[in-house]
């Protein structure tokens, strides 16, 4: 049974400064592996999609890093805003269970002004 | 193209009731899937429908039922509340093709939160 695990729960930086965020799968038979980010009380807006033969997706100050045979990711924020101020999950979709994501509980993210 | 909506945003319900919970899907999407999230947690998935059948389905005991229509929207139906079932209930929508073997992306809607009570 797929377990993805996010580390840490939660972060507190202030802003501008370049971040990490963590992300553990126990099955690397994956299709891919997707960062979400969710707003108090909201739904979840896609950030990045990396496919299980990439290696990384960049979106603006957003990359997004995979490395399957390990089952991790990262996802790297630079110069982060106080708008960046979130929680940010990570989900994987796995071959034997195509049919559904399996997501991490979450790392929130407080950006200080 | 519209995303996915959902509706109600909120609803307040007592232990032992049951829920409809509805969702329509982004323009061109065929799939709809559902998930549960509880405070302080990553969603769980419920189920997820195809073609007007369910194709999937997660650790949810089978007072969780669902319907897809013929345009593509969906319904999560709950009976017997209990106070666990307490959430955000998410869908999302896709367009799943056999030729992506299940690996497609989804759209999320805002969700509907249910407190029981």
């Known amino acids: 049974k797929q377990e993805v695990t996010q580390i840490p729960a939660a972060l507190s930086v202030p802003e501008g400064e370049n971040l990490v965020l963590n992300c553990s799968f126990t099955?690397?038979?994956?299709?891919?592996l997707q960062w979400f980010r969710q707003d108090p009380g909201k739904g979840l807006t896609s950030l990045l999609l990396?496919?299980?033969?990439?290696r990384e997706q960049t979106s603006g100050r957003l990359n997004a890093s995979l490395d399957k045979s390990s089952g991790r990711s990262t996802l790297y924020i630079a110069a982060s805003q106080p708008g960046d101020s979130a929680t940010y999950l990570c989900a994987v979709r796995t071959t034997g269970s195509a049919r559904q994501l399996t997501f991490g509980s979450g790392t929130q993210l407080t950006v200080l002004p | 193209e519209t995303g996915v909506t959902q509706s109600p945003t909120h609803l307040i319900k007592t232990r032992g009731q049951q829920v409809t919970l509805r969702c329509s899907s982004q323009?061109?999407?065929?799939?709809v899937s559902w998930y549960q999230q509880a405070l302080g947690q990553g969603p769980q998935f419920i189920f997820q429908y195809y073609r007007e059948e369910e194709n999937g389905r997660g650790n949810f005991p089978p007072r969780f039922s669902g319907l897809q229509f013929p345009n593509y929207s969906s319904e999560l139906n709950v009976n017997a509340l209990e106070l666990d079932d307490s959430a955000l209930y998410l869908c999302?929508?896709?367009?799943?093709?056999?030729?992506?073997?299940?690996?497609?992306?989804?759209?999320f809607g805002a969700g509907s939160r249910l407190t029981v009570l």
């Open positions: 999302a929508s896709s367009l799943l093709d056999r030729a992506s073997s299940g690996a497609n992306v989804l759209t």
């Open positions: 990396i496919q299980s033969s990439q």
């Open positions: 099955d690397s038979a994956i299709y891919n």
């Open positions: 323009s061109g999407h065929n799939t």
